[in-house]
């Protein structure tokens, strides 16, 4: 089985600063990794997702992450938020060649401040 | 191209209605799911589908039913509501496999009275 901790239930962080939501995750297989958003009364969309090959992945939105095999990690970076980055973001993991579905972690709500 | 598209988007139940929630997608995908969201859980999965005919039970499974007749519909039945049932509660598509992306409809609030 998978789990996902998101080691933070809030960030607020200020305008034009840097961010980065943790995630780590247990798997006694091999998984993808994926970085969702969710902005307020909406359902949740793609960020960015880590398959295989480099180990830095880019997103939309400025967003990008790092996976990290040995600290079993998969942070999300931003250089500078903007308001309408606020929203909850969710990693989530699943196996890899499964047909079994996604493993959410419980969600950071990050909140820009001007 | 309406992508997942869930109904009602608000319901309230009284202990012990059964009601159907609907989710819809217009893309062929064959990989259909249903999450709760609860504050402080993330999302958890209730039931899933490989495909027409096919389904499968996620980490939630309990008090509630699916089936899946057709590629594009997926609902999602409670067949006695409990308030423990109050969420919000999301439909996804894959087209196929792990790796490739999940999209989810916009949500239906369910409140449990």
């Known amino acids: 089985a998978q789990s996902v901790t998101q080691l933070d239930s809030q960030v607020p962080v200020f305008e034009e600063a840097p961010v980065e939501l943790r995630c780590n995750y247990s798997?006694?297989?091999?998984?993808?990794l994926f970085w969702y958003v969710q902005y307020p009364n909406q359902g949740l969309q793609l960020l960015l997702k880590?398959?295989?090959?480099?180990?830095l992945v880019k997103g939309i939105n400025g967003f990008e992450a790092e996976f990290n095999k040995s600290q079993t990690s998969f942070h999300l970076r931003k250089p500078s938020v903007h308001i309408s980055d606020t929203a909850e973001y969710f990693c989530?993991?699943?196996?890899?060649?499964?047909?079994?579905?996604?493993?959410f972690g419980s969600g950071t709500q990050l909140t820009v401040l001007p | 191209n309406a992508g997942v598209t869930q109904t009602p988007k608000f319901q309230v139940l009284k202990t012990g209605q059964s009601m159907t929630l609907q989710c819809a997608q217009d893309?062929?995908?064959?990989?259909m799911s249903w999450y709760r969201q609860d504050p402080g859980m993330g999302l958890r999965l209730i039931h899933y589908?490989?495909?027409?005919?096919?389904?499968d039970q996620g980490e939630v499974p309990n008090g509630y039913n699916v089936s899946r007749s057709t590629t594009e519909d997926f609902p999602l039945r409670l067949l006695s509501a409990a308030p423990s049932q109050t969420s919000v509660y999301f439909c996804?598509?894959?087209?196929?496999?792990?790796?490739?992306?999940?999209?989810f409809g916009q949500g239906t609030r369910l409140t449990v009275v």
């Open positions: 589908s490989v495909g027409a005919g096919i389904t």
């Open positions: 989530a993991v699943i196996p890899s060649g499964s047909a079994r579905q996604l493993t």
């Open positions: 798997s006694s297989v091999s998984v993808y």
């Open positions: 880590y398959l295989s090959g480099s180990t």
């Open positions: 996804a598509s894959t087209r196929d496999g792990a790796n490739t992306e999940a999209f």
């Open positions: 893309m062929n995908h064959e990989y």
